[in-house]
């Protein structure tokens, strides 16, 4: 058998997991990007509101 023969039962197998398990993660980074683009933007709108929330206080 050549490697080629023998990679058919593994993706067979595993193929539709994979392709779910790949889609689920795709799914899941848009939404993380969204929440972190929405973070960012309230980060900057409390900044804009209360201007030393974010910053370091040395004692």
Excluded: C
Excluded at 2 to 15: K, M
Excluded at 30 to 50: C, F, G, N, Y
């Amino acid at each position: 058998m050549t490697s080629f023969e023998l990679w058919i039962p593994i993706l067979s197998e595993y193929g539709f997991p994979v392709m779910v398990t790949l889609y689920l993660l795709y799914r899941l980074e848009r939404k993380l990007d969204l929440m972190i683009e929405v973070l960012h933007q309230l980060k900057a709108d409390s900044t804009k509101k209360h201007p030393n929330l974010f910053t370091k206080q040395h004692y």
